[in-house]
């Protein structure tokens, strides 16, 4: 087993319930491992509405994204993790996704988060906000062939993998063991990919301290 720290980047979208499930695990993980996570911001809103993600339809799941670069420059990585728990935690724990269509669902998260709630409108009339989103989005489809979340890389590395996919969550030595494998992976330049259909019903998880 690695002594060594190792930083790894983990790409996610609040919106996805496979990643949610993916970053509760790697923070588990990162408890008891000397594992360090850096927490990179992805839109799936511009994967699957490139042209339109600025229309009433899509506009605010693209705005969680922009909260999350405010809250990131407000607070650095920390913030970022902070305000991407809570969204997750009413989106995937609370089964409460719509309660975010409006300001006041956004703002109750910033106040779990313990973040101002002025970051809400602060990221929404900076335009570097969004440029920042996409720009992130970006760099992780043309670096790293990045086409969805979670996608995980070793910090400073151009060898990303989609996954792993998880439902439940591992815990314990059952998480420690596969993020063994998991690192091992993230150094293989000749792994593309091995699936199989997923069959399993997802239950809600909620985030631990």
């Known amino acids: 087993m ?28 990162a408890r008891r491992q000397p594992v360090s996570i850096n927490w990179k911001l992805f839109s799936l809103t511009l994967v699957n509405h490139p042209e339109d993600y600025g229309s009433d339809q899509f506009l605010k799941w693209f705005e969680l994204g922009r909260v999350l670069v405010a809250a990131r420059n407000h607070g650095g990585n920390e913030a970022l993790e902070r ?13 409460r996704r719509e309660d975010l269509r409006a300001e006041a669902g956004v703002v109750e998260c ?33 670096r790293l062939g990045a086409f969805g979340v979670p996608t995980l890389a070793l910090e400073g590395s151009d ?24 690192r091992w992976l993230l150094q ?22």
């Not at 060594?4 to 993916?22: G, N, S």
């Not at 060898?159 to 998991?182: K, N, Q, R, Y």
């Open 2 to 29: 690695p002594t060594d720290p190792t930083r790894v980047d983990l790409y996610f979208d609040p919106l996805c319930p496979w990643c949610w499930r993916t970053a509760l695990w790697l923070r588990d993980v």
């Open 83 to 95: 305000l991407y728990m809570s969204l997750g935690e009413v989106i995937h724990g609370e089964q």
């Open 110 to 142: 910033l106040t779990k988060a313990g973040l101002p709630e002025s970051l809400y409108k602060d990221a929404l009339n900076d335009p570097n906000t969004e440029s920042a989103l996409t720009e992130e989005h970006t760099k992780a489809r043309e």
């Open 159 to 182: 060898i990303a993998i989609f996954g792993p996919v998880i439902e439940p969550i591992p815990s314990g030595e059952e998480a420690d063991t596969l993020w063994e494998h998991t």
């Open 188 to 209: 293989q330049p000749y792994v593309w990919e091995f699936k199989r259909e997923r069959k399993v019903k997802l239950q809600a998880q909620h985030v631990t301290a």
